[in-house]
């Protein structure tokens, strides 16, 4: 199984917002697009460009994770998972403008 681009195959996110191993000190979530285990279902993943692989969107429309205070609702882009199916998932504005890539793919379901 392909490794978690979200946490770095460690299944964890810390108080900071970064990569961390489940248990770790600063540990506060599991991470979103692997559910905590670290690597993805098989297939070609790409970090979701609507919500920068947070899997939620803010109150203010920025990039949220569930657990951060001003989380409003999830990513419509990827269903809250923070991840797409196939290559891309920026927000399409084209060169010159960061995301470039555009659309993404299906919403993706862990047999949850």
């Known amino acids: 199984m392909p490794m978690c681009m ?5 299944g964890g996110i810390d108080a900071f917002g970064k990569p961390c191993a489940i248990g770790s ?3 506060k979530i599991n991470c979103v697009s692997c559910s905590g285990s670290g690597n993805l279902p098989h297939g070609n993943w790409s970090s979701c460009g609507n919500c920068n692989g947070k899997g939620g969107i803010s109150t203010f429309g920025k990039p949220s994770r ?9 990513c419509h882009q990827c269903g809250g998972k923070g991840i797409v199916r196939g290559g891309g998932g920026g927000h399409g504005h084209g060169p010159g403008h960061g ?3 555009g659309g993404g ?3 993706i379901t862990f047999g949850q």
């Open 25 to 27: 000190f600063h540990y």
């Open 105 to 107: 793919g299906g919403v």
């Open 66 to 74: 569930t657990n951060e205070t001003l989380y409003k609702h999830p």
């Open 6 to 10: 979200n946490c770095g195959g460690q």
């Open 99 to 101: 995301g470039g890539g």
